[in-house]
């Protein structure tokens, strides 16, 4: 089976490499999809952000457990259903980290629904709930060491 796990990724955290590992026990491929959302000013480098992830989930660097699997890394500047649509994948991974997560990803999937009623939305549950892509560069941009936080060097 074929998932894509799609995001800002501003940048890819510890709580971000949680939800692909959970993934990728559940999925034969993925599909890292950084999504260039038009509302959003990115505050880290979108080519650095690719290349840290494929560095994360590089056979040759990363831990046994992404051996086996085939981990697809790009950036996409259309709408995430028909990217997966495009590509034939059947699932949508999302990742919670509580309740408001919960609310917006439930919003999120009834507009996917109405593009593309045939992907199957995915929620797995993180564990770094006070963790967020947003503190990482409150953390950052104040000059804070971040790298207990986020997998490669920012």
Request: a neutral charge; aromatic letters at 10%; hydrophobic letters at 35%.
């Amino acid at each position: 089976m074929k998932a894509c796990y799609a995001g800002s990724f501003d940048p890819f955290t510890n709580g971000h490499l949680d939800i692909l590992t959970k993934a990728v026990q559940l999925f034969d491929r993925i599909d890292i999809v950084i999504a260039n959302n038009p509302k959003k000013q990115r505050r880290f480098d979108m080519s650095d952000t690719l290349k840290g992830i494929i560095q994360i989930v590089n056979p040759a660097t990363s831990s046994s457990l992404f051996h086996s699997k085939t981990i697809n890394v790009t950036s996409y500047d259309g709408l995430i259903p028909t990217y997966c649509s495009d590509h034939r994948i059947t699932h949508l991974i999302r990742g919670l980290r509580g309740t408001s997560d919960w609310l917006y990803e439930e919003e999120l999937a009834k507009a996917y629904n109405i593009i593309c009623p045939e992907i199957q939305i995915v929620y797995l549950r993180g564990t770094h709930e006070g963790l967020s892509s947003t503190l990482v560069w409150e953390l950052y941009s104040r000059g804070r060491d971040v790298s207990k936080y986020v997998p490669y060097e920012l």
